[in-house]
């Protein structure tokens, strides 16, 4: 068998494009549990064994497909002028996208799979949980070389505060997202003198 065999063949990104697009729209209308390989792939006009060659289930298609959505729909390659406005247009879409119904309940049929399943809950921190957080410390690396990037909180806890307001809004309130959650967040994120007064008394005491 040739190197090239081996690797199997390369995908069609035309085809990869038709089955994510199938299996969005397909677990919006049917919901997980009833989501089924074969559905995607009459929807999609594409063999079951072309998905199972590509993706190993089911979750690790709609990983994909949830990573490739969130990408396209939160970009964070524009400048906004300062970290506080790049701060809002990244929660703004964020929140815009969490809105969606299909959207909320794609994100919690992944997170409960990622629980259920060691091996996909590793695939879905790396692929998914991961990505998003790197996708945010574009923003705040961008601020520290613009010099506009408050010394508290840590990037890492940044990422913090966003994601996790993020899910406990989509697992557990189910509140909708707002343009006021995302002024309370910026407000709290870019003033780091308030954080100081409020957080760390007792370094302000020892300057």
């Known amino acids: 068998m040739t190197e090239a ?24 209308k049917t919901g997980y549990a009833r989501l ?48 506080g406005a790049d701060l809002r247009a990244f929660l703004q879409a964020s929140y815009l996208l969490s809105n969606r119904p299909e959207i909320a309940n794609l994100l919690r049929s992944l997170m409960a799979e990622a629980q259920i399943n060691p091996a996909f809950g590793v695939r879905f921190r790396e692929l998914f949980l991961e990505r998003r957080r790197e996708a945010l410390f574009v923003i705040t690396d961008r601020a520290r070389q613009r010099g506009d990037l408050p010394g508290r909180p840590d990037p890492g806890v940044v990422a913090d505060i966003v994601f996790g307001t993020i899910w406990y809004r989509v697992l557990a309130t189910r509140q909708p997202f707002d343009t006021r959650l995302a002024d309370d967040l910026v407000a709290l994120l870019t003033h780091d003198q308030v954080l100081e007064e409020m957080v760390y008394p007792e370094m302000l005491n020892h300057r």
């Open 36 to 83: 089924t390989i074969e559905g995607i792939a009459a929807r999609a006009r594409v063999g079951k064994q072309t998905i199972y060659r590509w993706w190993p289930s089911k979750a690790d298609l709609l990983l994909e497909a949830g990573a490739a959505k969130a990408d396209f729909s939160v970009p964070v390659s524009d400048d906004h002028g300062s970290y």
């Open 5 to 28: 065999r081996s690797l199997g063949r390369p995908r069609s990104e035309a085809s990869r494009q038709a089955i994510l697009t199938a299996a969005l729209e397909l677990v919006a």
